[in-house]
């Protein structure tokens, strides 16, 4: 009942069955540096998932306060011509910046591509994945110093 040297020769008068189980206990450790290494590459990749939704964020808001600045401008130089009333510079004002917020609502809707030159959903599903994977497998991946050993009795 022995394999590869290890365990009994026979399983008689031993109380066991002799069948023989691997230890595992020792086999994953990791020393304090490689843990602190490990939890640093997993932070980053969640800070770099964080930072892509901020840049969305401040790209709206760029755009928005892009947005108030031509028309503040636009404004500005309605005041100097001293033609129109309040109202009607309010009046305006009010149409530019509806004109400018829909200029910006139409360049970033999704627009029609035709079949032949559309991306298959597939190929692109294939990419993200990747992308994600390869982030992932950097957080996961053991250090360079972690063996795995062996023991022997």
Do not use: C, W
Not at 40 to 48: D, F, G, I, L, R
Not at 90 to 99: A, G, L, N, Q
Not at 144 to 152: A, D, G, H, N, V
């Amino acid at each position: 009942m022995s394999y590869n040297g290890i365990g009994l020769s026979t399983a008689r008068g031993s109380g066991t069955n002799g069948y023989i189980q691997k230890n595992n206990t020792n086999s994953n450790l990791l020393t304090a540096y490689e843990r602190r290494q490990q939890s640093k590459k997993y932070s980053e990749a969640k800070k770099s998932k964080i930072i892509e939704h901020k840049d969305e964020v401040l790209v709206k808001h760029e755009h928005r306060r892009a947005v108030e600045v031509e028309v503040s401008e636009y404004r500005d130089k309605l005041e100097d011509e001293d033609k129109l009333t309040d109202e009607e510079i309010d009046k305006k004002v009010e149409e530019f910046r509806k004109k400018l917020v829909n200029e910006y609502r139409m360049k970033n809707e999704v627009q029609y591509v035709p079949r032949g030159e559309r991306k298959n959903e597939d190929e692109q599903d294939k990419e993200e994945q990747e992308k994600y994977t390869k982030r992932e497998r950097e957080v996961q991946r053991p250090s360079r110093s972690y063996q795995r050993t062996r023991l022997e009795y």
